[in-house]
């Protein structure tokens, strides 16, 4: 039964009943019983189930809209505001031993985020739904199912369907890179395959070299291994030879990581010479070099080319997602890998999930000996290209001059930097409470710092039209954050 049905409002009484009304959703608010970010009634359904009139239901929305309780959003209907439990100002000085992060911090610093209803998400760089190409997939899945029947629902062989391995060699070669079936694993997303790898080739207290700020899920990994991460730092081109260096010579990692193409987070790509010095290096230092592909296909101004390309000493493990670009939920890439270190990977991934679902992998297959990845790449390229031009409209539009951010090309999102001195972790308290949710740089830290001035904004989980609505909501938290107080003394 509805919370509403048995809300108390007495006609008898000089109180009227829009105030009573108010007075019973704040007490559901405050007790609990109504959470945060949870969806009011629509106002004629509230009404009928109370025998009000609407009027009544809109002052009372109303005036808990004013004291900061509720929210609404046209279109969408009213919500529960989140409250913040932690009004301070997150400052890089926090004492050791305290909760660094406001709460829904906390979550995302676990991999998860919560997003509340009605929020503009421009944290999580997944595609909207309906840009997944499920009526084509749907053919291939009935197409598939007819011609393998009970094969498909089989244990499939660890390493991978071998006609998918061979359709993915194809595919390799038509961007270049060399391959052999022999040297691809099939993986359950690029995940799985960061943390296979870590698992075959890491143990604890090894050293593993990765950019600063980088993607959280492949620090996690190799963390579970008892990795220790040495961070280098980045350049507009790609990481830092020089610190590259110093860092190869002081610690003979283990293993480099990397995000070559529209870097997570910050959208960088690597020069030429960058990649090149970067492949000599790791030769002279006998070390394998994670290349991490989940953007390249990306580009909106020129192509790029994987390091992979340019791997004439086989070191390079070339891990490739099709989450951003086909559908996350599938939970299929793959990787290619140095002929050596594969029976190491196996073993791995066996003891993760023995293998990758047989039908998922022999709907791809077909799906790319049918063509449609192409079709369905440029699709997408085209779909996100747009959210990205909208994305630089309203930024340049609506963000103060303050913010500086660069044009990255491709990907699915921006780096921002706010003026020196600023918390990124504060602005994104700000920004929670205006129904936007941003990722602080903090999230990405190679080095355990606790904010920064920067963050990241990514537009694939949003909308065109919301993007523009998005923006201004972040304006909107920015000057917030200087003219209103956050507390105010006791005087
Ligand atoms: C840089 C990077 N690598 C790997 C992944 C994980 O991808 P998958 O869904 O294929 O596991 C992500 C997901 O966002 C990512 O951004």
């Known amino acids: 039964m509805s919370l509403f049905v048995s809300l108390q409002l007495d006609r008898s009484q000089s109180t009227p009943l829009y105030q009573q009304l ?26 009928r189930e109370l025998s009000v009139n609407n009027i009544t239901v809109v002052h009372a929305y109303q005036e808990l809209e004013q004291e900061g309780l509720l929210y609404s959003q046209v279109g969408r ?19 050791e031993g305290q909760d660094y992060y406001p709460p829904g911090l906390k979550v995302m610093d676990q991999g998860r985020l919560q997003i509340p209803m ?33 094969k498909a629902f089989g244990y499939q062989e660890g390493q991978g369907y071998l006609p998918l391995r061979e359709s993915l060699v194809e595919y390799l070669r038509e961007n270049a890179i060399e391959a052999y079936e022999n040297c691809i694993q099939i993986i359950s997303g690029a995940q799985q395959g960061i943390d296979i790898i870590a698992k075959s080739l890491l143990k604890a207290g090894d050293f593993v ?11 996690a990994a190799f ?13 507009e081109d790609g990481v830092s030879i020089s610190s590259l260096k110093k860092a190869l010579a002081k610690y003979h990692p283990s293993l480099i ?14 020069s030429e010479e960058k990649k090149l010095a970067l492949l000599d290096l790791c030769q002279a230092y006998k070390v394998n070099i994670i290349e991490d592909d989940s953007f390249t296909d990306l580009s909106y101004d020129y192509p790029r080319q994987p390091i992979k390309v340019l791997d004439q000493y086989g070191q390079v493990i070339y891990i490739k997602s099709f989450s951003k670009i086909l559908m996350p939920g599938l939970r299929l890439a793959f990787l290619s890998a140095p002929e050596k270190i594969i029976p190491g990977l196996l073993t791995a991934k066996h003891s993760s999930d023995i293998s990758t679902p047989g039908l998922i992998q022999r709907t791809f297959d077909l799906y790319l000996r049918k063509g449609l990845w192409s079709k369905h790449l440029k699709y997408m390229r085209d779909s996100y290209q747009e959210r990205y031009h909208t994305m630089l409209k309203a930024m340049e539009a609506h963000l103060p001059q303050e913010i500086s951010y660069t044009k990255p090309g491709g990907g699915l999102s921006f780096w921002l930097r706010l003026p020196p001195g600023s918390s990124a972790n504060y602005l994104y308290t700000r920004c929670l409470e205006n129904q936007v949710i941003i990722s602080p740089g903090s999230l990405f830290s190679a080095s355990e710092e606790r904010d920064s001035e920067c963050f990241r904004l990514s537009f694939a989980g949003l909308y065109p ?25 006791l005087l």
């Not at 108010?22 to 009404?47: C, D, F, T, V, Y």
């Not at 100002?89 to 004492?95: C, D, G, I, R």
Request: no cysteine; aromatic share 8%; glycine share 8%.
């Open 22 to 47: 108010a007075g019973e959703i704040r007490n559901l608010i405050n007790s609990g019983q109504l959470k945060e970010w949870e969806k009011l009634p629509p106002i004629r359904k509230l009404a």
């Open 257 to 270: 990581y990397v995000i070559p193409n529209f870097q997570t987070p910050t959208g960088i790509s690597y």
């Open 118 to 150: 009605g929020a503009y998400n421009f944290a999580s760089a997944i595609p909207t739904p309906e840009l997944f190409p499920v009526a084509d997939f749907k053919v291939i899945l009935n197409e598939v199912l007819d011609r393998d029947g009970g």
């Open 77 to 95: 209907g009213t919500f529960v505001k989140a409250r913040l439990h932690q009004p301070e100002p997150l400052l890089k000085s926090t004492p």
């Open 465 to 489: 039209d919301d993007i523009e609505k998005g923006i201004l909501a972040i304006n909107t938290a920015y000057q917030e954050q200087d003219s209103k107080p956050l507390y105010s003394p």
């Open 209 to 219: 070299i990765t950019e600063n700020p980088t993607y959280t899920g492949a620090l």
């Open 223 to 235: 963390k579970s291994r008892g990795a220790r991460i040495i961070p280098v730092p980045l350049e």
